[in-house]
Nanobody
C-alpha cells in the first residue's frame, strides 16, 4: 500500500531555510517520479518540483518562482525525497505535499498536476518575520 509522510515544515523568517522530507513506502523511487506541491492560503495547489531517479542522471524540474532557491533530491536507500528550500519568502508559505506520478518509468518528471495520484497529508511551512 502506498504511503507518503511529509515532515520538516515549520515557522521560519524570510531568508531562512528548511528541508522537507517525504518518506515513501509501497513503491520504489526508481520506478516512479515524485513531486512536491504547495497549497498557499486561498490558492489552488501547484506543483513546485519533481524528481525521477533513473540510476544515472536524475530528471528534475522546478516551478520558475523557486528555481535557484529550492533543490530536490532523492535517497534511494532510504526511499525518501527531500526538498531543500533556501532564501524563503513570505509567498512560499503554504502546506507542502509530496505525491506520486502514476506513470511507471517516466524517463522525465513532470509538473503537470493531472499526472499525480497518491498524496501525503502535508506539512505546514510558514515564512514570516
Amino acid at each position: 500500500q502506498l504511503h507518503f509522510v511529509e515532515s520538516g515544515g515549520g515557522l521560519v523568517q524570510p531568508g531562512g531555510s528548511l528541508r522537507l522530507s517525504c518518506a515513501v513506502s509501497g513503491i520504489t523511487l526508481d520506478d516512479y517520479a515524485i513531486g512536491w506541491f504547495r497549497r498557499a492560503p486561498g490558492k489552488q495547489r501547484e506543483a513546485i518540483s519533481c524528481i525521477y531517479y533513473n540510476g544515472e542522471a536524475n530528471s528534475t524540474d522546478y516551478l520558475h518562482s523557486v528555481k535557484g532557491r529550492f533543490t530536490i533530491s532523492a535517497d534511494i536507500a532510504k526511499n525518501t525525497v527531500y526538498l531543500q528550500m533556501n532564501n524563503l519568502k513570505p509567498e512560499d508559505t503554504g502546506v507542502y505535499y509530496c505525491a506520486r506520478d502514476f506513470r511507471l518509468y517516466p524517463v522525465v518528471c513532470t509538473l503537470m498536476n493531472g499526472r499525480y495520484d497518491y498524496w501525503g497529508q502535508g506539512t505546514q511551512v510558514t515564512v514570516s518575520s
